[in-house]
Nanobody, 123 residues
Framework: QVQLVESGGGLVQAGGSLRLSCAAS????????MGWFRQAPGKEREFVAA????????YYADAVKGRFTISRDNAKNTVQLQMNSLKPEDTAVYYC????????????????WGQGTQVTVSS
């Protein structure tokens, strides 16, 4: 059983930075790979970034590669998404998710989801 709560969303200007956080409940956080997904109005949910159980490997969508960084702190049961050089097309609801699975870039693999946090980038 894992409960996830995102925070850190808001309104920022294009070119700015924002840091999202996801706090997880439970004692088995380190057993889960973690991912971030986003969904904009009128668009399908899309993969953003993922990190493996130990944090040894990370994965990024091409659209955010070089601008976003995912990290985790298993001692604190948290995962972060640092977003730099934000663009208007980054505007979406961002969701934190957890999975026991290995296919970490696929939404269907994830077992638990947070409530989402809104990120709006103005131009």
């Amino acid at each position: 059983q894992v409960q996830l709560v995102e925070s850190g969303g808001g309104l920022v200007q294009a070119g700015g930075s924002l840091r999202l956080s996801c706090a997880a409940s439970g004692r088995t956080f380190s057993n889960y790979a973690m991912g971030w997904f986003r969904q904009a109005p009128g668009k399908e949910r899309e993969f953003v970034a993922a990190i493996t159980r130990s944090g040894a490997s990370t994965y990024y969508a091409d659209a955010v590669k070089g601008r976003f960084t995912i990290s985790r702190d298993n001692a604190k049961n948290t995962v972060q998404l640092q977003m730099n050089s934000l663009k208007p097309e980054d505007t979406a609801v961002y969701y934190c998710a957890a999975t026991y699975g290995m296919r970490v870039t696929r939404g269907y693999e994830y077992d638990y989801w947070g409530q989402g946090t809104q990120v709006t980038v103005s131009s």
